[in-house]
């Protein structure tokens, strides 16, 4: 098998692509006569829906339609349409239901072909590498196939070979889609939002990231390593030496696909045990590690039978910069507050609207769309009300969506797709807000304490309803263990950094002239249970004790609260 010329390229580079096809015009000639013959019967069919006045009534079909010639256009089309599925600012809605069932599913190539890449690419032959590899694959979907096999050494294994020619034929409908890009662009509406051919490079950029699979490797290494701390959650080991850029040897994933609900209940595993860690870790790759897997679906979810839950398929991951990181942090934040204003600043800060837009309207409008899921109907809060509420904000407002956020927005909303498959009852914020709160209450970073200090306060003033909702959200959380989380509260109320808050609170306590008596016993009715004397004891000392000989700590006892606040 010869080697195509673009092979060599390690990253999507679309000058070296036009190079080679400029050279090669029939090529791109041919492909733009394939793509318009199979285009035209849908705009021949929109057209005539259009003169019959049966539009809406047959847009169901069109749409239909649509996703089958992007099946019938191959691996570029398919992962064009899942891309433009993410996009509800930019498809309507027809479409993008049709869209997000794009199936991944292709007839597979022959075993021949596939053992022919794999010795190429590994330099060996088929049976020095593998003990035992079957005739048909278990899956292929558009960019590769796996099949389940073995290796000398006994263990069971996942081989995923690349499809032949995906290069050429990726690099060549890239550069069509380019050519097309630049041919329209003057006759589409000026105000896109970005140029079209930008948007292609960046699209090609991920999908070579994608067919490359020594980086879907290192992902699936460096997903492991976050979640170490995490027993509960996994990515299947790799064999280096059996894999290359277009052949992956991983760990075999013994497990029940989150798509088989009944195979979970009947194999008597825990629904909202795994929903949880689904969610949990969710959040902790969007909020915590800044690295995520783009495409959560349930096929690329494994629950194992010892309470794992194993994420396959790292081609597309992305990786958030802090200062996002720290955005969406706040906006969950600012959203637990209800402070559309601060909300407001947020988007700027993530990029959705631009930094001199007119704040309050658009606050007054975030707090129509979401004041009323944010306040007694919280629990019906869900990503799919809050994206279609906002569809409707974008027109109205400067609202854009940065590229990166598609990516985002597609993972959180597969994410909650694959909890509400397993508990139709799932609600997000049940699982989001004291995960967030638990994390204000407990993370040591100062970034974190200050966005405590900020939930805390409004216009200088403590506010005792906040810390109070925010102990009873975080309770929810069964990660949440008050008695660390005083520990550290007295820690930091007794360093110099916390001498700010531990003012603030004497100042609460004796706001009016009065003890502010009443409140402080609401709390203690939250957290008295479980902060039971001696266990408040054991945490004060155990704070104290770590800054101060143990001697000293026992005889201060909780002398902070006073003669340090000056
Ligand atoms: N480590 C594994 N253990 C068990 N099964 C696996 C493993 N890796 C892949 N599979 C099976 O192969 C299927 C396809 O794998 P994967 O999703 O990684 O392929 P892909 O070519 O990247 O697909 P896509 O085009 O959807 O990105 C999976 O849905 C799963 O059934």
């Given at each position: ?254 497990g029940i696909k989150l798509t088989d609900v009944e195979g979970i209940k009947a194999a008597g595993l825990d629904i909202?045990?795994l ?28 629950a ?118 397993l ?144």
């Amino acid at each position: 098998m010869s080697q195509h010329p673009l092979a060599y390229l390690k990253k999507y580079d679309a000058k070296a692509i036009a190079q080679h096809y400029n050279q090669r015009p029939l090529l791109a000639v041919w492909r733009l006569i394939q793509i318009v013959y199979m285009f035209v019967g849908l705009f021949v069919g929109l057209q005539l829906d259009k003169w019959s006045g049966q539009e809406d009534a047959k847009l169901p079909r069109r749409a239909a339609q649509l996703r089958r010639i992007i099946t019938k256009l191959g691996p570029t089309y398919i992962k064009v349409g899942q891309a433009l599925s993410t996009r509800p600012d930019l498809v309507r809605k027809d479409f993008l239901d049709e869209l997000t069932k794009l199936q991944d599913q292709l007839p597979p190539f022959p075993t021949s072909v596939a053992i022919e890449i794999i010795e190429q690419e590994l330099g060996k032959s088929i049976d020095q590498i593998y003990d035992y590899i079957p005739d048909l694959p278990v899956a292929a979907a558009s960019l590769g196939q796996v099949f389940r096999g073995r290796l000398h050494t006994g263990e069971e294994v996942a081989i995923k070979v690349q499809r032949p020619n995906l290069i050429p034929t990726i690099t060549l409908d890239l550069y069509v889609l380019r050519l097309l890009a630049a041919l329209t662009q003057p006759l589409l509406p000026v105000n896109l939002g970005a140029d079209l051919r930008g948007i292609i490079d960046e699209f090609g950029s991920k999908l070579f990231e994608e067919v490359d699979y020594v980086n879907e490797a290192k992902n699936a290494e460096r997903f492991a390593t976050y979640f170490s701390d995490e027993p509960r959650v996994d990515a299947p080991s790799i064999y280096w030496r059996y894999s290359s850029k277009r052949v992956l040897t991983m760990e075999w994933i013994d497990g029940i696909k989150l798509t088989d609900v009944e195979g979970i209940k009947a194999a008597g595993l825990d629904i909202d045990e795994l929903v949880q860690i689904g969610v949990m870790s969710g959040l902790r790759q969007l909020l915590e590690f800044g690295f995520f897997h783009a495409d959560p679906h349930p096929g690329n979810l494994f629950a194992t039978a010892d309470g794992r839950m194993v994420y396959i398929d790292f081609g597309m991951m992305d990786q958030l910069e802090q200062t996002t990181k720290e955005a969406l942090v706040d906006s969950v934040v600012h959203l637990m507050n209800k402070d559309y204003q601060k909300l407001g600043y947020d988007y700027v800060n993530l990029g959705f609207l631009t930094p001199d837009v007119d704040i309050p309207p658009i606050a007054n409008a975030l707090e129509s769309v979401l004041g009323d899921i944010m306040n007694e109907k919280v629990r019906d809060f869900n990503f799919k009300v809050v994206t279609d509420r906002f569809s409707g904000l974008m027109y109205e407002y400067p609202f854009c969506m940065p590229a990166k956020f598609a990516l985002i927005i597609r993972s959180v909303v597969t994410q909650e797709g694959v909890a509400l498959s397993l508990n139709p009852e799932f609600k997000i914020v049940q699982v989001a807000y004291p995960y967030v709160a638990r994390r204000l209450l407990t993370d040591e970073s100062p970034g974190l304490r200050q966005r405590l200090i900020e939930v805390l306060f409004k216009n200088g003033k403590f506010q005792w309803s906040r810390l109070e909702n925010l102990i009873k959200i975080a309770k929810s959380d069964d990660d949440f263990d008050l008695v660390p989380t005083a520990r550290m509260g007295i820690q930091f109320l007794m360093s110099d950094e916390g001498k700010f808050l531990r003012k603030r609170i004497l100042l609460a306590l004796t706001e009016d002239d009065r003890l502010h008596t009443d409140e402080v016993a609401r709390i203690w009715q939250l957290v008295g249970a479980e902060l039971k004397p001696n266990k408040l004891w054991d945490a004060a000392v155990g704070a104290i004790g770590s800054s101060l000989p143990r001697a000293i700590a026992t005889a201060l006892p909780l002398a902070f609260l006073s003669g340090s606040g000056s």
